[in-house]
Every structure is written in C-alpha cells, then in structure tokens.
C-alpha cells in the first residue's frame, strides 16, 4: 500500500453555541451518575478486577481532567503532567489505584459540582478563536466530552466484572428475536480510497490527517461473527487444536486456559452467557462478544480467511463507490443515533444480528458501528504526516507493535465517541472490552 497527503479543506463551520456546550457537558455528567446511580459507596471504591480501576477513580479522573483542560489550560500552556497526582493515570497503574486515599461518593458529587460550576463560568467568557487551535470550534470541549464517553464506557467494563451481586443496569430497550444472518461476504474491487479525517472540531489526533491509499482488493464478512458461528469454531475443537493459533494466541491459552468468550459458561450441553444482571441461553443470533485479539485472529483461520486490516476495514465502513468518497457514518454522513444502531448503553447488551436496517454501509457491511468493537489485525501505529494534538499521552505514547486496532464501538459506546474513522485500540490478551470481530479475505 502506498499513502499520499491528501489536501482537503473543510467547509468553515459556525461557531458552536455555549448553550449547547453546556447542554452537552450536563448530559454527559448526568448519565455518568445515572450508570452508578445503583452501585454502593463500598462497590464504587473496590477494585473489582487488576485490569480496572475503582468506579471512584475513573469518576475524579472523568473531573479533574475536565478542570484541567477546561479551566487551567485555556489561558495557559498545556501541560497533560499537570493532572493532579491521585488521578494521573501515569502516575497509579489501575491495579495500584484502590490503595489510594479516594474520597467518598458524597464528597466526589461535591468535587464534580465545584469544577463544573467553574468550568461553566469559564464557558461564559471564552472566545472560540480560530487562531487557537484547542477553541477552535470548540475543539476543547468535544474533547472532554468524549473523554467522559469514552470512561462511561470503561465503567461499564468494570461493572460487568463487578463482585458480588451483579450490577443492576437502567436498561431502555430490549430486541425482538430474529432469524440467524447466512455467511456472506462483501466485495472491494480495489483502487484507491481515503482513510482517516482532517475534522479539527472532534476527531482525535490519530485519525488525522486524511489520506489517500492504494487498496487491493479485498472480500469482508457482510455480518460481524455470531454467537452460532463461533459456537461451531469450539464445538470444532478450536480452542484445542494447536494450527488455527499464532505463537501469541499459544502463549494467551497456555496462561489462561480459556475454552470460550469471557462470560460463557457451560450449562450441561448448552452454553449460557452473561451480561451484567442478565444470563441467559446463549443467544445464537447475536455477535459474539468478549473476545480477545488472539481468539479472533484464530477463529479466522479455522474459518479459511483472516482479520481485516484497520484501512480494509474503514474502506468497507465508508467508502461509497458512487460517489468515490468515504461517509462519516456507514449509512450516510449522519450522525449515529439509536435508530440507526446498537450504541449508547441503552440495551446494556449486544443486538441479534440484523436489528438495525438502516446500519449498513455502501459496500453492503451490516453493524460496522455499535453492538461490539471489531479487531482489526493492524498495529495502532501514526498516519503518514501525524501530528500529536494536544496531547502526547492520548495517542503517540501507545503507538507500536503493543498494542492492536480496533473499530466501530459497541453497545456502550456513546455516540458522540464514534465515527468510521475512530481508532480504538488495546493489547491482544484483553476481553473485558465488548469486542467482536468479522472475517476478510484476499479477493
Ligand atoms: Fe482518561
């Protein structure tokens, strides 16, 4: 693959109303408090895992970033270091952060009201000076918007791995049964496309900036993988048989031991899963969710294909052939909300296959966006001409052959936290993320 700059220019855009800012800052805050509005002080406070940080933490972590880029920084240099020691993430490892003097809820609920209440008062006099890229288009503020998204999410990995009682979720909606989806795959004919963005008002550092890329072509699955499909790879025997697993993925199930997705359990001849405060049969419909990087990448080659790439995967996500460019979103450039996709916590689960009509992309992907995260079998590595925006410690820091890409979000993903050219990524051995996957192949 070659990679060239390409040189767009976006339109120029309003500017932002400080109501709306402010809207939005309130709505974020009230469904952080919503999603523990059932936990204990004592719950809130407990490491319920190594891989997580106590609830408590992440909540004056979600507030003193705010502080610190929304108050201290607007005016000054930015300085990421500056992040009060008890909340640098660089400073505590999560497993580390439980023996930290945490305050308790009440006195973080005051904490969260003192910022906010500063935060607000700051809004009322800033100017979005173009000339200033951190307020140009309230760039800012949309960043720690989706920073709060983007920890409501991890909350919600933590609350699925919560001790003792399970986590009673304030579900909205539930999915009827559906027929399962047949294994089809989609078509690229090749050419070339652009990857990636040059928004300034939202979008990470990573994604930026936008460019052009020769892709070969390719076929991906049309449906992300079910749970029928996945059951088939273990009834197989595919966690046992050694061919289907790279020297990583050996490594992973010689430490773990594992024979299924985190959260199946075997029930005499069936299989049960859990999500939260719901078990039940396992749902042969649905994506298969929970599973590691080294799982996926096995089951691909039992089933005689591969993962997709992360630009594979982004072409067949956005690129319309009609119009030869790539849409922000799989049906369109408009924004996601629920009708269109399985996203926003609102199920507190994955979606049968095929729920959402309308989330389908040009090239015939259904679910590219919601329901689970999709491994791709891509380093997270820079953009040629990548630049580290405002912050080293958000992207650059975790570039490498660490850590793998993953894309679309999932059902507790908020909407605001993602597009078809959002990069998520972590190590090969996690599964406590709602990550999925789908096949592709050389065409
Ligand atoms: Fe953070």
């Keep these: 693959m070659t990679a060239s700059r390409l040189t767009t220019h976006s339109p120029p855009s309003a500017p932002p109303s400080k109501q709306a800012i402010a809207d939005l800052l309130t709505e974020a805050r009230d469904r952080t408090l919503l999603l523990v509005s059932t936990v204990s002080d004592e719950d809130l406070h407990r490491q319920h895992d190594p891989l997580m940080s106590p609830i408590i933490w992440d909540i004056g972590h979600i507030a003193h970033f705010e502080e610190l880029w929304l108050t201290q920084n607007l005016d000054g240099p930015i300085e990421f270091s500056e992040m009060p020691g008890l909340y640098n993430p660089f400073e505590h490892p999560r497993a580390t952060r439980a023996s930290l ?43 720690v918007l989706q920073h709060e998204y983007q920890h409501n999410e991890t909350i919600l990995q933590t609350l699925q791995l919560k001790k003792g009682d399970p986590y009673r979720a304030p579900r ?7 027929k399962p989806v047949s294994p089809e ?58 061919e ?35 078990t039940r049969p396992l749902d042969l419909t649905r994506p298969v969710c929970h599973v590691c990087y080294y799982e996926a990448e096995a089951f691909a080659v039992w089933a005689g294909k591969r993962l997709p790439t992360e630009t594979e995967w982004e072409v067949a996500a956005s690129w319309n052939p009609s119009t030869r460019r790539a849409q922000a ?102 599964r406590q993320i709602f990550s999925g996957f789908r096949c592709a192949r050389d065409a």
């Excluded at 996203?343 to 009509?357: V, Y």
Aim: aromatic residues 16%; proline residues 6%.
């Design 101 to 143: 003097a945490l305050p308790t809820l009440s006195e973080m609920t005051t904490r969260l009201r003192e910022i906010r209440a500063r935060v607000l008062d700051r809004l009322d006099s800033v100017e979005f000076d173009d000339a200033n890229p951190l307020l140009r288009d309230a760039y800012v503020y949309n960043m």
């Design 329 to 430: 979103f799989p049906w369109s450039d408009a924004p996601v909300d629920s009708r269109f996709a399985n996203i926003d916590q609102l199920a507190f689960d994955t979606a049968p296959i095929g729920t959402h009509d309308r989330n389908v992309s040009p090239i015939g992907c259904y679910g590219m966006i919601g329901d689970v995260w999709e491994w791709t079998s891509s380093d997270f590595t820079r953009y040629p001409g990548f630049e580290s925006f405002p912050y080293k410690e958000y992207s650059e820091e975790f570039f490498g052959p660490d850590y793998k890409v993953l894309r679309g979000g999932s059902w507790a993903t908020r909407p605001g936290a993602i597009r078809n050219t959002f990069r998520n990524w972590d190590y090969p051995i996690r």
């Design 244 to 278: 289907f697993w790279s020297d990583g993925g050996k490594r992973w199930l010689a430490e773990t031991g594992a024979t299924a997705p985190k959260y199946w359990s075997r029930e005499g001849d069936g299989w049960t899963t859990r999500t939260m405060d719901v």
């Design 185 to 242: 795959m989609a078509s690229f004919g090749g050419g070339q496309v652009s990857i990636g963005t040059d928004d300034r008002s939202s979008a990470y550092d990573n994604e930026r900036p936008k460019h052009l890329i020769d892709v070969a072509p390719f076929q991906i699955d049309r449906f992300p993988v079910s749970n029928a499909q996945f059951l088939e790879f273990i009834r197989d025997n595919g966690y046992e048989r050694e």
């Design 172 to 178: 909205k909606v539930s999915f009827a049964a559906r």
